[in-house]
């Protein structure tokens, strides 16, 4: 059997069926008041028909009063059960199996969008980004305590979807990645301060998750390797929590790495080891490797299926993660494996030739979005130029903002 068709079996017994995930990107294919939509079953049966062993889902937000972007799926009741049921079995139709991905955006959401943004600490975003985003609010202990909570019963919502697993969004500056941080974490308490402190957080939530489904329902987490700013969360903390959650009993680590402000997972590193062996970030997993023995997921970069089967023969991950591939062909997985060229590459990245957007990751978030909807709605990906991508987000945000504010009044 090619490394790429093995089974994998997590520490507590669960397969993924072969070395391919697909990791998650944000689908924005909810309600303006954030219900599942026939369109995310319809997405999802896509990429299990393409031979995908792990789909994770993109951005399910455990807060209507935190999202991050219109459109996203909530999860905070039973109500869209049967929906959730739909979209599990169709993203396991082909036997794939299918995992959530839960987040909470903390300062990481457009202006207008919630009420009010929260954060760790009353810190905006520098430079560019601050025109985006509002300075949010520092978080109660209290606060923090519901939205540990909410990352429970949300874990517990998924298990009684019939979804295979769930993970946690720990990485991209969302709000366990600024927790992590000490250029986003100022607090003083016992959820800041010293690495052990900003560390608690994302422990809580892990624990907390883990009393709500039990040992047997995986729980992963996607986590940066550095977020590439100064006074950041560097690689030695990384590799502590890393080190802290598998003692813990986490089953699966995803490893990325940046920010929106340094959107590394975007656009990767100058390194010539990382153009090289195609992955941007398998030099940190190698390290991760050596002090864990948690199955390993990596992220961005890979593109053939020699870069693939290289880095599995040599034991510094276990799952190739596959994300902007398979928003241009959903059958990209299967292609790969069986040993044939894809007809759609993506580009190396997203550019309008307006400098201001083109720095901005959310603009290239934006332009694969568009290509899920085509694909949700049964046709091709059809990349069109990104200025005219641009033009049509630019329109778009305004409107979806206000009706998704107007849905909550």
Not at 146 to 169: E, N, P, T, W
Not at 184 to 198: K, S, T
Not at 388 to 393: D, G, K
Request: charged share 25%.
């Amino acid at each position: 059997m090619n490394v790429l068709d093995q089974p994998l079996v997590l520490p507590n017994g669960a397969i993924i069926p072969n070395r391919l995930a697909k990791s998650a990107m944000s689908e924005a294919l909810a309600t303006y008041d954030n219900r599942v939509t026939e369109y995310l079953p319809r997405l999802y049966a896509r990429w299990s028909a393409g031979g995908t062993g792990l789909l994770i889902t993109g951005n399910v937000m455990i807060d209507r009063r935190a999202l991050g972007e219109p459109n996203n799926v909530v999860l905070e009741d039973e109500r869209d059960l049967v929906l959730l049921e739909r979209w599990a079995n169709a993203a396991s139709s082909h036997g794939s199996v299918c995992w959530v991905q839960l987040n909470h955006p903390g300062k990481q959401a457009p202006k207008g969008l919630n009420k009010e943004t929260v954060a760790p600490s009353a810190l905006g975003f520098d430079d560019h980004l601050q025109r985006f985003f509002q300075v949010p609010r520092a978080l109660t202990e209290a606060e923090i305590a519901s939205i540990i909570d909410r990352f429970a019963q949300a874990a517990l919502l998924v298990k009684k979807a019939g979804f295979a697993g769930v993970q946690i969004h720990g990485a991209h500056g969302y709000l366990v990645s600024q927790f992590l941080s000490p250029k986003h974490n100022q607090r003083q308490d016992r959820y800041g301060g010293n690495a052990e402190n900003r560390r608690r957080f994302v422990l809580d939530v892990y624990h907390a998750m883990r009393r709500a489904v039990g040992p047997e329902f995986p729980i992963g987490i996607k986590l940066n390797s550095a977020d590439f700013q100064k006074g950041g969360f560097a690689e030695s903390e990384s590799i502590e929590v890393i080190q802290a959650l598998a003692q813990a009993g986490i089953d699966l680590f995803e490893i990325s790495g940046g920010t929106y402000e340094t959107p590394v997972m975007s656009v990767g590193t100058e390194k010539e080891s990382s153009r090289r062996r195609e992955a941007y970030f398998l030099e940190f997993a190698e390290k991760v490797r050596a002090v864990v023995s948690t199955p390993l997921m990596v992220t961005g970069g890979f593109r053939t299926r020699a870069g693939m089967e290289e880095a599995l023969n040599q034991g510094a991950l276990d799952l190739i993660g596959l994300a902007r591939p398979l928003a241009l062909d959903p059958d990209y997985s299967r292609i790969i494996r069986e040993d044939r060229q894809p007809a759609h590459l993506p580009p190396v990245r997203v550019r309008t030739g307006i400098p201001l957007v083109d720095r901005l990751a959310l603009m290239e978030v934006a332009w694969y979005t568009r290509q899920l909807h085509r694909l949700a709605h049964g046709k091709k990906a059809r990349p069109e130029h990104p200025l005219l991508a641009f033009a049509a987000i630019a329109f778009g945000s305004g409107w979806k903002t206000w009706n998704t504010r107007r849905m909550r009044a």
